[in-house]
Every structure is written in structure tokens, then in C-alpha cells.
């Protein structure tokens, strides 16, 4: 069945740069994209960009000039890094498969990710 | 950028009620658009696709639907376990952006 599963550090400095994992089965990352979603704590939904099944990308403008996702698909896994982070990159961090019908159909259990010093 | 805008932001209702949440399109985003529960401490789990399709294993008291760029999930009769947040989606083009969100609760 179709799995998705972040991991990285929990806590980060101020500045430092946020590496993230999301190692996916059940899918190829050629068949299907791949989405990056941020939730602050306490709020709503924040989509940060995609990572295609053609290996392109779409970022969040807001996110944009910190933040560059790629992928390995002979490990079935999808990176995120985002430098210069500040507290309010503070979140939980979701990856997302995306379907043929635009939506995000698969999620994974997200990784708390806490900026501070 | 495409605005949803979504309503209410929370409601409180009755077992077996009917339930209506709403997300207004700034422009046509045709069918692409989705629905999702969020219950406490979990990822969001997608209820409606294609703006009136029913995700697999999604309880068929569940619906969507649309008029113009208006977009409705509907709840037949509020069951028990159906209390979170509600959040819909647009993915008709970039930046994909989500509803601000609907607390649902039980009266």
C-alpha cells in the first residue's frame, strides 16, 4: 500500500539549515509527484512546493529563495532543505503524494520541527 | 495567487445533523478541488476529490459539491467520530492553496 514517511532533526537553531526526509513505497517517484506541506502549530494548512514525477519543481513564492526539495528514486526518497530558518519556520512538516486528479491523495504522519535557540 | 476562502471557521452541531462547509474560489478552478478531515495529532485524511468524487473507504454521508467557484462538503448526519478540521484544496494551478479551515464540533 501507498506509505509516506518524514524524518529529521526536531529541533533546529535560528539560521541553521532544515534537512528533511520523506521515504515513500507502494509508488515510484517517476509515476507520482511529491508535495511538501507545513502546519504552524495551532494553525492551517501552508503548501511549500512540489517535486514532480519529471523531477521538476514548484516552490512556495514565500519559501522560495530558502528552499530546494530533490529526490533519489532508486531509494524512493524526496529532500527537503530549507536555510536560514527562523522561529516561525516552526511546524510540523507533511509530505504528500500527489494523484492524477490534483489533489494530494496520500500523506505522512509529518515530523515536528521546533527553531530555537 | 487563488484565494479560498472558507466558511465557517468553526461550528458546533448535533449528532445526526446536517452539516454544510463552504470554500469560495477567487477565480475558476473547475473540478480541482479536494476536501480534507484533520483530526488532533494526525496528517489529513482526504474525504472528496475532483470536487464531488468520494475518496475510497470515505462513509457515503459524506459529499461535495459545486456551483460557480463555490464549493460545498456536506455531512448528512453528524456521527460521533466526525468532529476535527476541515480544510479544502485547490489544485488547479500553483501556488496550491488551502482553506483557512473549519473546526467542526459536537454539540
Known amino acids: 500500500q501507498v506509505q509516506l514517511k518524514e524524518s529529521g532533526p526536531g529541533l533546529m537553531q535560528p539560521s541553521e539549515t532544515l534537512s528533511l526526509t520523506c521515504t515513500v513505497s507502494g509508488f515510484s517517484l517517476t509515476s507520482n509527484g511529491v508535495g511538501w506541506v507545513r502546519q504552524p502549530l495551532g494553525k492551517g494548512l501552508v503548501w511549500m512546493g512540489t517535486?514532480?514525477?519529471?523531477?521538476?519543481?514548484n516552490y512556495n513564492s514565500a519559501v522560495q529563495s530558502r528552499l530546494s526539495i530533490s529526490r533519489d528514486t532508486s531509494k524512493s526518497q524526496v529532500f527537503l532543505k530549507m536555510n536560514s530558518l527562523q522561529p516561525e519556520d516552526t511546524g510540523t512538516y507533511y509530505c504528500?503524494?500527489?494523484?492524477?486528479?490534483?489533489?494530494?491523495?496520500?500523506w505522512g504522519q509529518g515530523v515536528m520541527v521546533t527553531v530555537s535557540s | 495567487d487563488i484565494q479560498m476562502t472558507q466558511s465557517p471557521a468553526s461550528l458546533s452541531a448535533s449528532l445526526e445533523e446536517i452539516v454544510t462547509i463552504t470554500c469560495q474560489a477567487s477565480q475558476d478552478i473547475g473540478n480541482w478541488l479536494a476536501w480534507y478531515q484533520q483530526k488532533p495529532g494526525k496528517s489529513p485524511q482526504l474525504l472528496i476529490y475532483?470536487?464531488?468524487s468520494l475518496a475510497d473507504g470515505v462513509p457515503s454521508r459524506f459529499s461535495g459539491s459545486r456551483s460557480g467557484t463555490q464549493y460545498s462538503l456536506k455531512i448528512s448526519r453528524l456521527q460521533v467520530e466526525d468532529p476535527g478540521i476541515y480544510y479544502c484544496l485547490q489544485g488547479y494551478s500553483a501556488p496550491w492553496t488551502f482553506g483557512g479551515g473549519t473546526k467542526l464540533e459536537l454539540k
Open positions: 517535486i514532480w514525477a519529471g523531477g521538476s519543481t
Open positions: 475532483g470536487a464531488t
Open positions: 504528500a503524494r500527489w494523484d492524477y486528479d490534483g489533489t494530494l491523495d496520500y
